[in-house]
């Protein structure tokens, strides 16, 4: 990736707004200028910076017409959705579909190409608004240097979702690179749910550097799943923010299931008195797989309240990181902020590292972070074991019951439904 | 090379409980800031050998190419200016206080925390008043006839190096840190102690007589070795607060725990609140053998403390309890490191603070657990009391686990005390203060519990006498 990138980014097609490409140029300019991560700085403590480096990666072509047909049947999820957009190479490959009562409502979901075009205004109140607080900060310059597709979702004050949308990116052909954005806006009052799903199309390496903003206009409520089931042989760097208006309530779900090398970087801000949110994840790391999830729970004002509960299971010779810190900042009394990550280790060679981090500067807060890394216990083995079950089955239940914990939270009964699958999915294959 | 003229102005400064000046006149003094003469100085005075001074050397050279810890650490580590610290100063002459110099509330204090009068003086820094020197001697007497040495370090180099060179600068080498390789280019004092195998000493070694034998070291350098099956409790500081002259204290402690060997290192230490206190402690525990340290810091403008113990041998066990006390300006940063590097090794690491003010504690843990290893146990927990709304508490922990053959489980909680609490004890006729500080009691009961009994009740009412004033 370094030195494949010193090209600088073509032109982006399309008659967009003068802030935006203006700001892509600077956003280049930015990404060159600022320093390669080192092992020394604590955003990247523990960080395999071998994996990070690689230099084969290439902007990425035209999905041909076949197999543009064929992603688009491989792009099933949820029974009933309100809306489909599924993107390859962070191009279009199907009209976007939106149901006529919700774009009736004024709901806009609709690729950001066209947002960028038809609503402007919109758009540029939120967009890229929160700095990478969590070590990319490179990262997110060349996701906005090099960004040529993704998503805008708004949903007007007071409407909601009775169904959530959802959004396919896939990856396809040799060490694409992909930079897929994705910018979902709740206005007061309304609430929305919305699935993306990031998948490789073959096994082919590749890299994914997405960016996700939540916006949750007062007393909304907004959910955000997201799966990333790419190539064994790809990396992905993906910086997301939720940022909680007064009232506000954001949960958002992570699964991990595919890359080689991949990063997380959540940071989640509570701007306004009330707000909450839900930080869930799973990841289900295998082989040689790393996995570096990074959080920051950002309580700014008073009577907020996080909940951040990640839960792995590791393979073979997968490794892991969990960063999380909560940041209680002056004046933010009454909060109330948790967060536990817990550890399955499954194998002899794994490896678990655990950083959950505190910082408390107000009063009248009830705080707690917890962290275990174990292995299943010979006594719970026994008494499936005891119940007839075999011992790889009962590993599998176990690990099943364990990971079903995260899932749970997302609240959503269908969505639940779509992760679990995919997580089944997994698990039959391990087992196999 | 003496700098008479520079010392009064030296020992002359802010101090937070009343304006306190000595004429003190040292015999030796290196003068200010730190390069090879002031090593030469130093090892010429001490009359040490050459691989002693080869080694200052060294770590003379590792400090100064390391950078400041600051991109995990405090920025106020900036603010150590390493060209005004004397690196250097002994007794010779006894420095002539009296006890009428002592300011009053330092006598109130001393009072209220029901110090023997003879030890507050001594606390005061009114020597050769208080016979520590005799005390000293006959602990030196008890124990030696075990076969017990207990030495000062210049002293445990030059009479029994076959035992004390094998292992100093092992566990905790010159290149740790930046503070490590700053101590062992100049340390002095501190205490050197062997155990021979299967002695088990029965009173606690203490610090308290050693170190006015020898002057308050700010680079004090202590090795403990305990044989096999041998057993020694030492005891370092006291609860009075400590009138520190000089701004930064860097100490490096190493210990060895043989096979089946026990060690309990105990610190309650009291800072005032200019001092920098940038401490290396570690332990290596070989088969079956056991290391604890308990900790208690209070006072200091910021600490950097972090107690570890490597466990090396099969069943090895290791243990961390601290309590940390920070108060206004103060920066309380402690925590534990352990690393196990042998199966079926455990550690236990119970870490508790208190913030006061606008004081600021911080709670920075490491356990390392590698693969190839099986039945490895961590238990962490650490939870934080703020008492004022301006109250500051942080925790960063990083654990560490490979392979599936072991457990590891950290918590932590930050709570307040909570007006009901306060409310509930004032209708049964406690004042407010009252209340807070029995509250504040009872937060760290079971780890106060774990010190010496007169320690602990010391640390009860010193606890008390940090918390005036934080009412209202």
């Avoid at chain 1, 700014?300 to 909940?307: M, P, V």
């Avoid at chain 2, 050397?57 to 590792?62: D, G, P, Q, S, V």
């Avoid at chain 2, 196990?340 to 709670?363: F, L, M, P, Q, W």
Wanted: charged share 25%.
């Amino acid at each position: 990736m370094k030195r494949s990138f010193f090209d600088t980014p073509g032109p982006v097609d399309g008659n967009f707004p003068d802030w935006y490409t203006e700001a892509r140029e600077a956003a280049w300019e930015e990404y060159e200028e600022a320093p390669w991560p080192k092992r020394t700085h604590e955003a990247w403590r523990f960080a395999d910076l071998k994996k990070l480096a690689f230099d084969e990666i290439v902007d990425p072509g035209e999905v041909g017409e076949v197999d543009g047909a064929e992603l688009i049947t491989r792009s099933r999820a949820l029974e009933e959705s309100a809306g489909r957009i599924i993107l390859a190479n962070d191009r279009l490959i199907a009209d976007p579909l939106l149901d006529a009562e919700f774009e009736q409502k004024g709901v806009i979901f609709k690729p950001l190409s066209r947002a960028l075009v038809e609503d402007s205004d919109l758009v540029r109140l939120s967009f890229m608004q929160e700095p990478a607080r969590l070590g990319s900060a490179k990262f997110r310059a060349l996701h906005r240097a090099r960004l040529r597709e993704g998503i805008f979702l708004h949903i007007p004050k007071d409407v909601s979702l009775s169904r959530p949308v959802e959004v396919f990116h896939w990856l396809s052909g040799e060490n694409t690179a992909i930079f897929p954005h994705s910018l979902i806006v709740s206005g007061a009052g309304s609430s929305a749910a919305i699935a993306e799903y990031v998948a490789s199309a073959n096994r082919q390496p590749g890299f994914c550097g997405g960016v996700t903003d939540l916006v949750a206009g007062e007393n909304s409520k907004l959910t955000h799943v997201r799966t990333q089931n790419m190539s064994e042989k790809a990396h992905s760097l993906h910086v997301s923010s939720s940022l909680a208006a007064a009232g506000a309530n954001i949960r958002s779900f992570v699964l991990n299931l595919g890359c080689k090398w991949s990063r997380s970087e959540f940071t989640a801000r509570l701007s306004g008195e009330g707000a909450s949110t839900d930080m869930l994840a799973v990841c289900l790391p295998e082989n040689g797989q790393e996995m570096d999830m990074r959080t920051l729970q950002l309580h700014e004002q008073q009577h907020t309240t996080s909940n951040l509960l990640y839960k792995h299971a590791l393979y073979d010779k997968a490794r892991t990181i969990f960063a999380g810190l909560i940041m209680v900042e002056e004046g933010a009394h009454h909060t109330d902020a948790y967060q536990t990550c817990r550890n399955l280790l499954m194998s002899d060679q794994c490896e678990a590292n655990s950083m959950p981090g505190l910082e408390i500067n107000a009063d009248q807060v009830k705080c707690s972070h917890g962290s275990t890394s174990g292995p299943i216990t010979d006594e719970e083995l026994f008494y499936l074991r005891a119940r007839g079950i075999p011992e790889s089955a009962a590993r599998q239940l176990m690990t099943f019951g364990f990971v079903k914990g995260a899932v749970d939270g997302i609240g959503h009964e269908d969505l639940e439904q779509v992760v679990l699958g995919k997580i089944d999915r997994r698990f039959r294959r391990i087992l196999s | 090379m003496s700098n008479d003229t520079d010392t009064a102005a030296g020992i002359d400064i802010d101090r937070d409980k009343g304006d306190f000046h000595y004429d003190v006149e040292y015999k030796h003094d290196a003068g200010r800031g730190l390069t090879e003469e002031t090593i030469d100085y130093i090892s010429n005075v001490k009359g040490e050998d050459e691989w002693i001074t080869d080694f200052r050397k060294r770590a003379l050279k590792i400090f100064e190419d390391k950078p400041m810890p600051t991109h995990w650490a405090s920025e106020d580590l900036k603010a150590i200016n390493f060209d005004e610290i004397r690196y250097y100063l002994s007794g010779g002459n006894a420095p002539k206080r009296s006890w009428e110099d002592v300011p009053d509330e330092m006598k109130e204090t001393f009072e209220r925390l029901g110090i023997p009068e003879q030890e507050r003086k001594f606390l005061a820094g009114v020597e050769a008043q208080f016979d520590s020197e005799a005390a000293y001697s006959n602990i030196k007497a008890a124990v030696s006839d075990q076969g017990v040495i207990f030495v000062n370090s210049s002293e445990g180099l030059a009479d029994h190096p076959e035992i004390f060179r094998k292992w100093f600068g092992k566990v905790i080498p010159s290149g740790d840190n930046k503070f490590s390789a700053l101590n062992s280019a100049v340390f002095s004092g501190g205490s050197f102690i062997y155990v021979p195998p299967g002695v088990k000493v029965k009173h606690p070694l203490q610090a308290y007589f050693r170190i006015n034998a020898e002057q308050f070291g700010q680079f004090e350098r202590t090795l403990i070795i305990v044989d096999e099956g041998a057993e020694l409790t030492y005891m370092e500081g006291c609860t009075a607060p400590k009138f520190e002259t000089a701004t930064l204290h860097s100490a490096v402690v190493e210990l060895v725990a043989m096979k089946d060997a026990k060690i309990q290192y105990i610190t309650v230490q009291n800072w005032s609140a200019n001092v920098f206190n940038l401490v290396t402690k570690r332990g290596l525990a070989h088969e079956n053998a056991e290391i604890r340290w308990i900790d208690c810091n209070i006072g200091s403008r910021l600490t950097m403390k972090y107690p570890g113990v490597i466990m090396k041998g099969r069943k090895a066990r290791g243990e961390v309890i601290s309590i940390a006390l920070a108060n206004d300006g103060q920066h309380q940063d402690t925590g534990a490191k352990m690393i196990h590097a042998a199966d079926e090794t455990t550690s236990n690491v119970v870490s508790k603070s208190i913030s006061v003010g606008e004081g600021r504690s911080t709670y920075r843990g490491q356990v390392h657990i590698p693969k190839h290893l099986k039945g490895c146990k961590n238990n962490t927990e650490c939870d934080a009391l703020l008492i004022n709304s301006a109250s500051r508490t942080d925790t960063y922990p990083a654990i560490t686990v490979r392979g599936n053959q072991h457990a590891t489980q950290h918590e932590a909680s930050v709570s307040q005390v909570s007006e009901e609490q306060i409310f509930y004890m004032q209708q049964r006729g406690l004042s407010e203060a009252e209340a807070i500080s029995l509250s504040v009691n009872g937060f760290v009961n079971d780890l106060v519990r774990e010190f010496p009994m007169e320690y602990s009740v010391e640390l009860k009412r010193l606890i008390d006498l940090e918390m005036e004033g934080s009412v209202g």
